[in-house]
């Protein structure tokens, strides 16, 4: 059964520091991974995506890393704001259509002043 | 930049009744995804289209039907609504079946 787990399941940090989101998949066979940022209430917004051969993408203060050999991808937020407070959803694509999208069930990350 | 735009926001129903959920995707996207996120659940795939044509079927219920017209838009019909209806259900629309999902703000809908 393809799955998506992420951890931690929520983090509070201070404004202006550094955090890193882990997600592990067991999604196969793989296509793509997916890091979404969801306000709450509102539509996840997509932040980053990587393929296969992708290591690492960027998307300003945000930095995705992908591991396909221990199936494992984070996420690094730099100097934290208020704003970043959200959930941040892994979600992995297996080839084959939409319907193989394996959502995570998210990092609740909350930003203190 | 022109995003997924859903209507209504919000929606209260009773028992019974039935809703229409609407999606515009955004401008040259042809895929539409519908997605109902529970509270506190992961969003769990229901339907989407490619160029007006149902292209994948997820949970969604024999209680929903939808569609995607000429225009691209699509509609969520919901019948029978139960109050395990309740939810957020999002719109996502792609340029293309394997491109990066772009989701709406969300339809709350409520059942009492």
């Known amino acids: 059964k393809n799955q998506v787990e992420q951890s931690p399941q929520s983090l509070i940090i201070l404004e202006g520091k550094n955090c890193t989101l882990q997600c592990n998949y067991t999604v196969s066979p793989f296509s793509n991974l997916r890091w979404y940022k969801q306000d709450t209430g509102r539509g996840p917004v997509s932040l980053t995506i990587?393929?296969?051969?992708?290591n690492t993408k960027s998307n300003g203060r945000y930095t995705a890393t992908l591991d396909a050999d221990t199936k494992q991808s984070s996420l690094h937020i730099t100097a934290s704001q208020l704003s970043d407070s959200a959930s941040y959803i892994c979600v992995v694509s297996a080839l084959g259509s939409a319907r193989q999208l394996t959502f995570g069930s998210g990092t609740q990350l909350t930003v203190l002043p | 930049a022109a995003g997924v735009i859903q209507s209504p926001r919000h929606l209260i129903k009773e028992k019974r009744e039935t809703a229409t959920l609407k999606c515009y995707p955004i401008p040259r996207h042809d895929t539409v995804y519908w997605y109902q996120q529970g509270p506190g659940q992961d969003p769990q795939f229901l339907i989407s289209f490619y160029e007006k044509m149902q292209s994948d079927k997820g949970s969604i219920p024999d209680r929903f039907s939808a569609q995607q017209f000429s225009d691209y838009h699509s509609e969520l019909n919901m019948s029978s609504l139960e109050l395990g209806d309740s939810a957020l259900y999002f719109c996502a629309s792609s340029p293309g079946r394997a491109e990066t999902q772009y989701f709406g703000p969300g339809t709350r809908l409520l059942v009492l």
């Open positions: 990587m393929t296969f051969s992708e």
